[in-house]
């Protein structure tokens, strides 16, 4: 690649009026807190020491160099991936790393990449449902890096419905092998990271067939590239399936078997068997093992969505502190040297409004990230003494916040881009990529459409039970708020003036009562106006979604109500409380149909939350650089122009363009020489 | 390139089930109405012969092949780009195309691309603002192709604020020149479009400077290239800004200026001139007529937004159609023969509900544009004769419904992408390109958060002089409704079956009503609690927003009242009826919010609202597929494996995957060669 021409940012130049870098400082001089004690309190001091000492690995190490990634087309990005990918899997060997604080290096590298799904669906499905004899022949060598594998169950025709699944797995006696196929064009398996050119082994979702009786989709382990060579294996077709959206740097991909025999050992045995002689079926001990899964990857989901409001925030409003436009129309339009006077964007009570809600939000899904996690560990130990009460909770509430936190993550990071103004759309900004990578957390997992229909199914069963025998109903979080619902309905909001929201009791009630009442709503339609299912799925999405923010609401006041570490904190407990009213008045005002519809508040009471939320909005602007600041993300993750703790964000977006490659090609724009676009194609005669 | 290795459809292989083809069979044949005629009441006999004409000329012309346009990089597409643009300016000579059937051949191409600003600001200002000397010199050559231009006005500090500019243009009267300057590094022009690498003229649109008095930005002409070998003139410096979300095609560049002197003949002087000896500052006799520009671009900005809705539905609709996942609830799980049967993923309410409501929305954008293209000749014959009268209330009208169509289209495509599923997210069901292309309409001619500001200062206005004294106040749309609200502001929704829900008169009474509510209330906060400017902004929009959404819902009603056309055309009226009705009913649940808190409707009508929505899908869904047909999209524009005419996604798919570059390598996955990914590059020891 030639050098760029003629292209070097004038010394001289600098961005006008006050650098970007001072902005940033006046703005953490207002901080009533520290942002380090913040940082330590949302992160723990481990994980920031454990950041620390990860960046000192990574980034001097040309293999995280991410300097390039945005110039490359897919090929080489492709090339870049797989080399950070080996890079990290040789550190993990060298330094001896944990999973957990390989997951660490792979979040701050922030690149989706071939071995993604083997480090992750590959192994991890290796060590819940693999035997002795399984995990000694595949988990090792996976571990060691000594076979690639894949998990390949979405199909080209079939995605949320796994029991749909078109590809079998037939069982034959005399040979004591299975033979996989795929019977048609739909049942060819697509998407399945590192599939495409890396993998060479794959487990593979398929409908299990014993002496011609199918028992659904099970888990086999199909070996499909050779090892040495990396050709495909006969009988296996194989292509990476074209650039997407994101996720260029992963080779997603398809997979067609033509009968392709494997031995009996390599169906996953740890629950389900078939017995080797007589092909009987040993169904599962105890299904509810599985779902535990799930659950941690849900947790792990909000977690996630968490992390991604931090960092969209930390961009946007770092940027928007820096970025200057027009005059306050109500303030004096120049300086006292008759300079204009422009306003900081951030001052700007419509970019506010599109911000700082987002960075309340993060606080949130932060306290409902450890709830999850809680959760977890807690069904995980019933579950091992046979006690499985928390199992429909756990999986309902999960479905409904997986739906609800990447619906909202998504749309955040794009309501930052945009807060950005145009160089929000340069990919320098670090927005545009981490959108699209973001963007399948909305489809996969459980598309968080029809996902919320789980949710909604568990709070029919629990509003029931409660309406035909309140005494039986079990005890959990729902019943509970559900069961208050029912006793006082009219319940009314008990707010007069601005002032009177402040109580975490209140927005547990009122979160809690609109759920309530949605769910009664619907239920009605259900059961006593016989709707079929189908007609009530935007109802059911309503309801799912209201017991979701309930859920987050909840939280997040227990933790304004109860949590020590806070409470021991005033500064931090300060600003996390009115973080805290931002996020429930501005959630309320957006959801403010249903709590007028319900009757719940009047107009006059809308009202009064709306002007409370630009009241937190004023309250909440000064703190919002100090903020971003707490969420410690380091600009090796954050990648960004705009987003540069050092607020040279000009300078940067200069320097990106300079380094563009066709600014090494003078173009010819003669359109009689249709062909020639370089000058150096120019035909001798058209040249000077 | 080499050809891709070991990948191949088999033959053998279909999708499972019923056919694509066949699926948009029976939804065809279910029409109530006629497709084609539905497309010559939409766009026009005219329009469809020329569009079927120039796909004869485009189709087969290697220059606008946009198989391989997803795995090309940046470099690469940006080439393709310049050609095609080159052979749309060769067959615009060749066929002696009008700027409008060029235009046509342009969107069926669909690809920003390098010429894209020469044709359009380039070109248009040149005309509108050049004298007659000046279009001699710079519009021939640039109609001919002989010099090609960029229009110059954002820069790195500054976009929305063009009275904020910091390059400056200051008269020397001595060499009766202009001296051009970049003084500062945000002075940098920023985002210019063909300005990077293949520009060789510039209008610069600078503040000028007389006798050392600033007079605003003004426009001047710049050579920025030599013609020739396209070097770039001394003292500037330019360069393409680098990659971007989308737009990759085009190169925006940056350009900065280092005292560049330029003739007194370069200043565009048909309106505000420069004398030559005196250097004294004539100021244009009329500059509204520069407002009528602005109303051409911004009803162009709904006309298309209308079509990008008519795009994402198109390949939304058709695919749902297609696809199937799970069984109904409700229904049988298998058919007679043990089969599974899945449903039509548009049978889902939840689906029909995302889509089927911005099918409704692209007819209401359709009549809304033909009514902005008659207020912009309405206004520019009035302003011709002197009267402004039009000016302000469209110059208001545009801003707010820029602001609204541009918000609603950039979400629309997301949301039809998302209903795709996990093919949505692949580049070859042609929305990720699509929607990345479209944003920057959300942030340019106006930032559509900001720009409500101006809509609602002209409301304001208006209401104002309805208070003070309604008898002199001036008499238009918005005049009317407001007037009406301030005379019955107890006016109540009369709804109490759903069979109530179906009056064009109810639907503008109602919309008007929470426009005119909203406008008081914001009104009250500014003129009797005198809050400040920026604090209001959030409730501005919201006005804004009423006032546009009374705008649509207006044109769209008086065309179900008064379209001749229509009505002539019994079978098309009963459709348009029903799409009528849910969008009115559609945006009335989504706005509940206002309806509510001012007490216009109550909980129970607001269900009322709810359960006709329902209905109405109930009664579009049949009609989809049809629907969409009559948007008259060829498969040539759409460019996705997912909407096309024919229904063969599945095999689309597939062909997509198999045409991917990084199949034809095989990728080496051993950690241990850091360096080595292609299998060529294996060092020969650790080869087989």
Known sequence: MAPPINVAIPAHLTPAGISGNKLLGYERAKASFDSQDMAEYIHGKAYLEEQTYLLNVLANDPAFDKSSMHYLG???????????????????????????????????C??????????????????????????????????????????????????????????????????????????????????????????DHAIVMAQLILKGKSYGPHPIIVQIRDIKTREPLPGRIIADIGPKAGYNTTDNGTLLLDQVRVPHMNLLARFAKVDPDTAAYVPPKNSALTYGTLTWVRANIVQDARTVLMRATT???????????????????????????????????????????????????????????????????????????????????????KSLVTLTAASAIEECRRACGGHGYSMSSGLPSFYADYLPNVTWEGDSYMLTQQCTRYLFKMM?????????????????????????????????????????????????????????????????????????LVEMYRCSKAHSQFL??????????????????????????????????????????????????????????????????????????????????????????????????????????????INSTRWDVNIDDLDAADMDEIPRASKL
Chains 1, 2 share one sequence.
């Not at 090339?79 to 950070?84: H, L, T, W």
């Not at 001052?347 to 709830?371: C, E, N």
């Open 315 to 401: 961009i946007a409003i770092r940027y928007c502190a820096i970025r200057r436009q027009f005059g306050d129309r109500d303030a004096p339009k120049f300086d006292e040297h008759g300079r204009p006077v422009e306003t900081q964007v951030l001052d700007y009570t419509m970019v506010q409004y599109r911000l700082l809600p987002i960075l309340a939000q993060a606080f949130a899904f932060h306290y409902t990230a450890k709830f999850m996690y809680n959760l977890y560990h807690a069904n995980e130990d019933n579950v091992q003494s046979g006690d499985l009460s928390l199992l429909a909770d756990t999986h309902a509430s999960s479905s409904g916040l």
């Open 74 to 108: 897919r090929t080489e990005r492709f090339r870049a991936a797989m080399k950070k990918d080996k890079r990290l899997a040789q550190l993990q060997r060298e330094h001896n790393w944990s999973d957990k604080t390989s997951r660490h290096a792979d979040f701050l």
């Open 110 to 199: 922030d690149s989706p990449a071939p071995f993604g799904l083997h480090k992750s669906m590959f192994i991890t499905t290796l060590r819940n449902m693999g035997t002795d004899e399984q995990r000694e022949a595949f988990l090792k060598p996976a571990e060691a890096y000594q076979i690639i594998g894949c998990y390949a169950q979405t199909e080209l025709g079939h995605g949320s419905n796994v029991q749909g699944l078109e590809t079998t797995c037939t069982y034959e006696e005399e040979t004591k092998e299975f033979i996989v196929h795929s019977p048609t064009l739909t049942s060819a398996k697509w998407w399945i990271g590192g599939l495409g050119r890396s993998a």
């Open 552 to 661: 987050v609401v909840r939280n997040f006041s227990l933790a304004i109500l109860n949590d020590d570490e806070l409470n021991r904190k005033p500064a931090l407990r300060q600003i996390m409380q009115r973080l805290y009213l931002l996020f429930c008045c501005y959630t309320m005002e957006q959801e403010a149909a249903d709590f007028l519809t319900s009757g719940f508040i009047d107009g006059r009471q809308a009202h009064i939350v709306s002007n409370k939320v630009q009241e937190l909005l004023a309250e909440v602007r000064p703190q919002a650089v100090p903020l971003v600041d707490a969420f410690a993300l380091p600009d090796f993750l954050l990648n960004s122009s705009l987003g540069r703790a050092d607020g040279m964000a000009y300078e940067a977006l200069f320097d990106f363009a300079v380094r563009e490659p």
């Open 464 to 536: 029931r039970q409660l309406k035909t025998n309140p005494a039986t109903a079990e005890k959990n979080v729902t019943t509970e708020y559900m069961a208050r619902y029912l006793a006082k309905k009219d319940d009314r909001a008990d707010i007069k003036y601005i002032g009177d929201l402040y109580s975490p009791v209140f927005f547990i009630k009122s979160f809690a009562h609109r759920a309530a009442y949605l769910v009664e709503q619907t239920l009605q339609l259900r059961d006593n106006a016989r709707r079929s299912w189908n007609s009530l």
